[in-house]
């Protein structure tokens, strides 16, 4: 079973996905969407991680909550400057990193493009710095400190 469906979740996804996009329940859409689900999971097979286990799950739920907070506020911040017409301070800002882990550094892209305001751009190839666009940047230090707290600092505890 594993050698033909290595993840029969995404696979009845995939199916299933295919025939509402497609609405329709003809042979050839469900041949299709059999072929699909079953051809995509074993081609990306290589990129999917291993099995990661979070070393501290109520620290996650912290950042999770910590994130959908930001997103929030982040949100109404950009829309207030928008409605307002309030000129942009956009910048780039280099953030220092301590973070080596990939599946922290992998969860610290999601959450600052996630983010409204952020745009993780392109991380050193030492792994020590990164480049973010800020939308709206009035202290570049006060940036750089919140960041470290609310995101790199749980995330290093998380995945140690």
């Not at 307002?84 to 999601?110: F, H, K, T």
Request: contains cysteine; hydrophobic residues 55%; charged residues 15%.
């Amino acid at each position: 079973m594993n050698r033909w469906l290595p993840c029969p979740i995404l696979s009845s996804g995939l199916f299933a996905l295919w025939l509402l996009l497609n609405g329709s329940l003809s042979s050839g859409h469900l041949l299709l969407g059999a072929v699909l689900a079953i051809a995509i999971p074993l081609m990306v097979a290589g990129l999917r991680p291993g099995a990661y286990r979070v070393a501290k799950p109520a620290m996650a739920a912290r950042l999770a909550a910590r994130v959908m907070l930001d997103m929030l506020r982040s949100n109404l911040q950009v829309a207030g400057q928008v409605v307002q017409r309030r000129p942009l301070a956009s910048a780039w800002v280099s953030v220092p990193l301590e973070m080596r882990s990939p599946e922290g550094l992998a969860v610290l892209a999601m959450i600052s493009c996630a983010v409204p305001g952020t745009v993780w751009c392109k991380l050193s190839m030492e792994r020590d710095c990164l480049l973010i666009h800020v939308l709206s940047l009035t202290d570049e230090a006060r940036f750089i400190a919140d960041f470290k707290e609310h995101y790199e600092r749980p995330l290093l505890e998380i995945f140690p």
